[in-house]
T-cell receptor
């Protein structure tokens, strides 16, 4: 009964390095989302997906790419990390019905130095 | 536009009621949510309310919705130390593809 699992939980990157954050859900949810959380700014939507093979931009997509090759996985990539991307990243998933809200992962804390 | 606003901090004495307030701008909101985030964890859905309701009660939690003023509140009765967390207000919009817009969160601290 894992729900939404994010890996890794922590990571330190040097400016210019690349990495991929993995989100996996076992609830057969159609929709998946990537958010970043910064102090005093709440959660801001980076990218989201409404089904396998689909992706769409959210509020702050620049510097990130995503892929949804399998329904259960949603990957967030940083091609060339910048200090402004230091944040806590949350993945979430949901059914198509909005009233159920989202199920969140426990987050990935990323520091770019 | 889409915007959800909350005050950043609230301090309450243990045993008192906490009231966390939120305002939103989009009148087409369909569902409004309260999420709780404990330190080092993701967000957990506490409760939600459909926009045609004005109140919902669930044990110690009471949600009030004033659609005319676009104001949502969460009341926690008999606040306990375990209620210390950040509380996020959120809304969904008819026109978006199941996107939820979050407020910046209210940090609730409990004093003895």
């Amino acid at each position: 009964n894992a729900g939404v699992t994010q890996t890794p939980k922590f990571r330190v990157l040097k400016t210019g390095q690349s990495m991929t954050l993995l989100c996996a859900q076992d609830m057969n949810h159609e929709y998946m989302y990537w958010y970043r959380q910064d102090p005093g700014m709440g959660l801001r939507l980076i990218h989201y997906s409404v089904g396998e093979g689909t992706t769409a931009k959210g509020e702050v997509p620049d510097g990130y790419n995503v892929s949804r090759l399998k329904k259960q996985n949603f990957l967030l990539g940083l091609e060339s990390a910048a200090p402004s991307q230091t944040s806590v990243y949350f993945c979430a998933s949901s059914w198509m019905g909005r009233q159920d809200g989202y199920t969140f992962g426990s987050g990935t804390r990323l520091t770019v130095v | 536009g889409e915007d959800v606003e909350q005050s950043l901090f609230l301090s309450v004495r243990e045993g008192d009621s906490s009231v966390i307030n939120c305002t939103y701008t989009d009148s087409s909101s369909t569902y409004l949510y309260w999420y709780k985030q404990e330190p080092g964890a993701g967000l957990q859905l506490l409760t939600y309310i459909f926009s045609n309701m004005d109140m919902k009660q669930d044990q110690r939690l009471t949600v009030l919705l004033n659609k005319k003023d676009k104001h949502l509140s969460l009341r926690i009765a008999d606040t306990q130390t375990g209620d210390s967390a950040i509380y996020f207000c959120a809304e969904t919009l008819d026109s978006s593809a199941s996107k939820i817009i979050f407020g910046s969160g209210t940090r609730l601290s409990i004093r003895p």
